[in-house]
Nanobody, 116 residues
Framework: QVQLVESGGGLVQAGGSLRLSCAVS????????MGWYRQATGKQRELVAV???????NYADSVKGRFTISRDNAKNTVVLQMNSLKPEDTAVYYC??????????WGQGTQVTVSS
């Protein structure tokens, strides 16, 4: 059974940094594309960053230059380093694993709150 467990959320002031981590079990991690998504109150879930099994990376325009996604295939983890945080980054952040057949697994989410 595939499980994704996020950690690292919290409350931070604008301009600060947080580091989100997603630990994956039950899957051959290195073959899967991984991503971080977020959902603010009253809004749809949106893509933040993705990293493919081959290491290709894409970011939402709103986080380019501030967020960095990385993966450690030996530790089955994907990390989202978030710098220069803004109040509009406040949301629940979700980790997503996409299998090669494009089926998605999701973590339970971790709250990030950025105060102004």
């Amino acid at each position: 059974q595939v499980q994704l467990v996020e950690s690292g959320g919290g409350l931070v002031q604008a301009g600060g940094s947080l580091r989100l981590s997603c630990a994956v079990s039950g899957s051959i991690f290195r073959f899967n594309d991984m991503g971080w998504y977020r959902q603010a109150t009253g809004k749809q879930r949106e893509l933040v960053a993705v990293i493919t099994s081959g290491g290709s990376i894409n970011y939402a325009d709103s986080v380019k230059g501030r967020f960095t996604i990385s993966r450690d295939n030996a530790k089955n983890t994907v990390v989202l380093q978030m710098n220069s945080l803004k109040p509009e980054d406040t949301a629940v952040y979700y980790c997503r694993l996409q299998r090669v057949d494009r089926f998605n697994y999701w973590g339970q989410g971790t709250q990030v709150t950025v105060s102004s």
